[in-house]
């Protein structure tokens, strides 16, 4: 199946906005088998987005077009493929009253002529409901039935579940995978030596293609082949699963906070966290998962020094000593964290984000990642590389994976390391 | 002049990378007149970077093609460049030093062939130095000078000074700039007021293109004329300024954030945050700007009821008669927070984020907003659609656009609405 993305919109060619559409598609297709064979971005403009789509189906069999439905005079893209598949406009009164009643319950004034514009379906064309937005999903086959265009809105938060929800169940009926896939995510190992040990893990297996991709939290490994070498497949999985051992999240593990999370839920203990220059980033990523509430109590972003004495009861003294960014620091906010509120697992977190407050001896990345199960307290010391906000991911990532090394350890399993992927 | 960019790389079409150079360039080029007509993001495959180059040069006067330009096998750009403009691949002995050089002084082993290919030059073409990597950039003119192939490395941290610094005052010297712009950012008013009302403010006024791009803390407001058309703008952008009032961000404020610091600062007050289902969410996106050290004391994310307690002072009483969201809730946990803390403005926020936790009465989605200003106070309640993510994005934009009104309220301005933009 022969898949093109066809992005629309003047604020991704003038970097208003950075299409982090196309990542998710492309790696939700990547996924289950299938790929993107090109993408195009264009502009708000009838004439250009009507020769894209038509250019787009001489060469592919679906065609996925990414914004313009919106309620606004540039947004196009539904005349566009209209005239394209031959597939007139015509008002869907459903289509109409659901776009009425979410825009109702927001208590956001109809505007009649916009909610006209966003009912207007071509021909053949089905709705894809748009949970979180107005402009609804359509799925439109061409007249022949040999190819369908798939439009849907731009907003990520609208984009998103529409295509992962509804769009790829809908691709994957349509056509069986072109490769077999298998993964693997790995934590707190640097890129080049995980591919170094895959490749030590799987000399000898032919026939497989190899991907990585650093992610924040972790080295993901991607193995594929055609889809009749499951077995190998499998097998090689196996072979990588022994070579990384307590590196590899779990098959059920779906992040290392699930990974986290399931440690502590089984024996009932509870999170907290105490952060300076992640300013809340720790936990915020913890409590983006579902669930997390049966774990993490709570968190104290003490940004400004008279907080961490506050909060934390660290101690002046401390402070000017060895100032904010120092091992006794993070020390004492985990102490303090960990003493006044009682829970059995806990992450206290300061160092210089950047891009000021930096000295000489304490340069802009260097991060005290304090970690503290039952009894157990360490202090880590990393310097990270790059500006304010890589520092700051780096900072929350690489604490969340000590934190899952730390109760990996308290397990009795064998202790892995700990370096953040990207 | 007519721009086309030309995204070369399979990793970018798995969804393993986001092409954030794409926004890079287009943002350089929209500031300073010029637009990106058009973007293709492609495999790594020699006959479709041909055929692509191709048809870009049928349809643009400067191809910008980034990736493809390393030393593996799969990087093609340089040969099928060369074979469409018939210019032949030599072997350029001065970049081959550069790049021996480069690579010396960082202690890599060198590959003589890596080496070799990065050397390769097409015929006419003159180096742009690569400061962060081995692969020179390349000016390469068609033979009839009438179009020029620019070719760059993919990875950012190449690709962006040697955009900045090198290609865009080439192209600069190349045509005059084809639009002049003005922008902006409105805050609170969703997008389809938003068009109505730039509308009915610039009804008369003709030879104005204007866009619109939904954010989700603001939306944007574009407008753009030909060059010689800059004081049209200027006064169309006074009529905006007027119509929205106190929703549009000043000049100088690039953000909800930046606008919150600027009131604070002014004024010498601090801002502390207390969070339950947003999680740490709003403390981060506050402190993910620089500087904000100046003003953001800290936060207190009290995700279990008993931290509310403990943490804030919130009654016991209050969350058995009321529960963990409720506006009396809400309130308790913004007065425990200043009262305990001594900030002159706060943030108290507590909700349904889902899946879990909903009851009929208490639906996903429903979130009470405290916001305190000084002596005053004000719960707000939203409904907001979506799923987790979507709900805590939401909470996040809502509650800071929420205290921007109040800080501004507070200046003696008037008030402005608050929905989040999206």
Same mark, same amino acid.
């Given at each position: 199946m022969r898949i093109q993305a066809i992005c629309i919109g003047t604020e991704l060619l003038t970097g208003h906005t950075v299409n982090t559409n196309l990542a998710l598609m492309a790696e939700a297709l990547d996924g289950c088998g299938y790929t993107v064979a090109c993408e195009v971005c264009i502009p708000d403009e009838l004439g250009v987005i009507r020769d894209t789509v038509r250019a787009g189906l001489a060469q592919a069999d679906v065609v996925v077009t990414v914004g313009g439905l919106g309620p606004t005079c540039d947004d196009l893209t539904r005349p566009a493929v209209a005239e394209v598949l031959d597939a007139p406009l015509h008002f869907d009164a459903a289509i109409y009253r659901h776009i009425e009643e979410y825009l109702r319950r927001r208590n956001v004034p109809l505007r009649c002529e916009a909610l006209h514009v966003q009912a207007q379906v071509p021909e053949r064309a089905t709705a894809i409901v748009n949970r979180n937005g107005t402009a609804p999903g359509l799925w439109c086959p061409s007249a022949d039935g040999g190819h369908v265009v798939v439009m849907l809105p731009g907003p990520p938060r609208e984009f998103g579940p529409m295509f992962l929800d509804d769009v790829l169940p809908r691709l994957r009926a349509l056509a069986p995978p072109d490769v077999a896939r298998r993964g693997l995510r790995v934590v707190g190992v640097p890129e080049s030596i995980v591919e170094e040990r895959v490749d030590r893990a799987l000399?000898?297996? /032919?026939?497989l293609t190899k991907a990585y991709c650093a992610r924040p939290l972790s080295v993901d490994v991607r193995l594929s082949a055609s889809p009749d070498r499951a077995a190998a497949l499998d097998a090689a999985l196996e072979a990588l699963r022994a070579e990384f051992g307590p590196a590899a999240l779990d098959a059920g593990e779906a992040s290392v906070v699930a990974s986290i999370g399931r440690r502590l839920r089984g024996r009932g203990w509870r999170l907290a966290t105490a952060e300076s220059c992640t300013g809340g980033g720790i936990a915020e990523a913890i409590t983006?998962?579902?669930? /997390?509430s049966e774990f993490f109590a709570g968190g104290i972003v003490c940004y400004a020094n008279d907080w961490k004495t506050a909060q934390l009861g660290v101690r002046p003294q401390t402070l000017a000593a060895?100032?904010?960014?120092?091992p006794e620091t993070a020390r004492e906010m985990l102490d303090g964290l960990m003493g006044r509120t009682g829970v059995e697992a806990a992450i206290a977190v300061t160092g210089i984000a950047g891009p000021g407050g930096a000295t000489p001896e304490k340069p802009v990345g260097l991060v005290y990642m304090a970690i503290g199960v039952r009894d157990r307290r360490e202090v880590h010391c990393r310097q990270f590389p790059g500006n304010r906000g890589t520092v700051r991911d780096r900072a929350v990532a690489t604490s969340l994976i000590l934190l899952r090394n730390a109760l990996q350890e308290s397990d009795g399993a064998e202790p892995a390391a700990a370096t953040p992927a990207g």
């Open positions: 000399a000898g297996v /032919s026939g983006a998962e579902a669930g /997390s060895h100032g904010a960014v120092s």
